[in-house]
């Protein structure tokens, strides 16, 4: 497991939900955080505000983020939006407000990022937010599960083109967590219980629990290209299960 004691990392969406407690975590392990975020708000040493889908916002953002840190070592590409729309009848300006800050937003943090790690010459680690819906196919969200299996795939493209710099890139995968962004599930009748039902650790994510699986992805110095689903386990329900047949039944046979 890597030291992280000592050094510097960029948070997009580090105002609230999981990205201030990645802040908030990452602070208490020795490290310099700044905070690139529409928002201002969470804990992070320096606050700089960035709308991650504008490239020039970005530019500016990472580059006041890096000369108050004095070079980079870590970045959590964090940023993101929820949505809800039946595919017939989403608007192209839906998808694009979904799109361009899930995807390109991502795609634009990680590469100015990754630039100024490699730069640094000391190595260091990229996780992307993806989710879970980049993995199942959710009804109603067809940009949102679109913009989330690119961040799976870039990934995997980055770790094989920045590996020669020390750099690793990883995603991490929440499924349903209690944070701000999901705040309004909570007024869809039956719907927090219906995803329990299905979660084998028979809960909701908490940003503690996605925080564990981003720090253990900066941590690990041989692991790259890889989408480390942290939900519980409700991205293993089948469809085809035989109607009866539970955990709890078949731990009694």
């Known amino acids: 497991m890597l030291e992280l004691a000592g050094r510097t990392a960029v948070v997009t969406g580090g105002a609230s939900g999981i990205g201030a407690g990645v ?110 819906a980049g993995v199942l196919a959710d009804l109603g969200m067809v940009h949102y599960s679109v913009a989330k299996i690119g961040v799976r795939q870039m990934v995997r493209v980055a770790a094989r083109e920045l590996g020669q710099f020390g750099i690793t890139v990883n995603a991490v995968a929440p499924g349903l967590t209690d944070t701000p962004m999901t705040a309004a599930t909570k007024d869809m009748a039956g719907y927090h219980d219906s995803v329990i039902a299905n979660t084998p650790l028979g809960r909701l994510g908490m940003i503690d629990d996605i925080v564990e699986a981003v720090l253990a992805l900066l941590c690990l110095r041989w692991v790259t290209g890889q989408t480390l689903v942290a939900d519980g386990g409700v991205s293993l329900a089948a469809g085809t299960d035989i109607p009866g047949i539970t955990a709890e039944v078949l731990a009694t046979w």
């Open 23 to 132: 802040v908030a975590e990452l602070q208490r392990r020795g490290v310099r955080v700044v905070s690139l975020d529409v928002a201002r708000g969470g804990p992070a040493e320096l606050e700089i505000e960035c709308d991650v889908s504008d490239e020039v916002s970005v530019d500016r953002g990472v580059k006041a983020a890096v000369d108050h840190l004095g070079g980079l070592h870590y970045a959590f590409c964090n940023a993101g939006v929820a949505g809800m729309a039946g595919l017939l009848g989403m608007t192209t300006a839906e998808w694009d407000r979904v799109v361009s800050v899930n995807l390109r937003g991502v795609f634009l943090t990680l590469q100015r990022t990754a630039r100024a790690i490699r730069d640094t010459r000391e190595g260091g680690a990229i996780v992307c937010t993806a989710s879970t």
